[in-house]
Nanobody, 123 residues
C-alpha cells in the first residue's frame, strides 16, 4: 500500500483547507485510514479517522465540529475538510492506513504512512 497526501498550504486563521489521501494498492475494505499531525517539538497526534467499510468517523476533541473526514471508495481517497482553522492547527499532517476495521488513535497501530503535507495557519 502506498499513501499520497496532498492539499496542505498556508491559510489565515478562520480559513479552510481540504487534504486528500490516495491509497494505492489497498487490498481490503476491512481497513481504516487515520489522519495524524505533528507540530514542531510535539508528538504525533491523532486528528481523525474513518472506516472504509461503513464509513464510521472519529475525531479528536480539538477538531470536533471544525474538521470533517470523508471517503470516496471508487477513488481510494480519504479527504479531511478543515474549516475554522486556528494557528494551533499548524503542523505536518500525515495519513495512515491499517488493516482491520478499528480506527485507532495510536500511531503505532498503523502500518502504512503517507509522506506528510504541511499546514500553516497564520494569525
Amino acid at each position: 500500500v502506498q499513501l499520497q497526501a496532498s492539499g496542505g498550504g498556508l491559510v489565515q486563521a478562520g480559513g479552510s483547507l481540504r487534504l486528500s489521501c490516495v491509497a494505492s494498492g489497498r487490498a481490503s475494505n476491512d481497513a481504516a485510514t487515520g489522519w495524524f499531525r505533528q507540530a514542531p517539538g510535539k508528538e504525533r497526534e491523532f486528528v481523525s479517522g474513518i472506516r472504509w467499510s461503513g464509513g464510521n468517523q472519529y475525531y479528536a476533541d480539538s477538531v470536533k465540529g471544525r474538521f470533517t473526514i470523508s471517503k470516496v471508495s471508487a477513488k481510494n481517497t480519504v479527504y479531511l475538510q478543515m474549516d475554522s482553522l486556528k494557528p494551533e492547527d499548524t503542523a505536518v499532517y500525515y495519513c495512515a492506513l491499517r488493516y482491520g476495521s478499528t480506527v485507532h488513535s495510536s500511531a503505532q497501530r498503523y502500518n502504512f504512512w503517507g509522506q506528510g503535507t504541511l499546514v500553516t495557519v497564520s494569525s
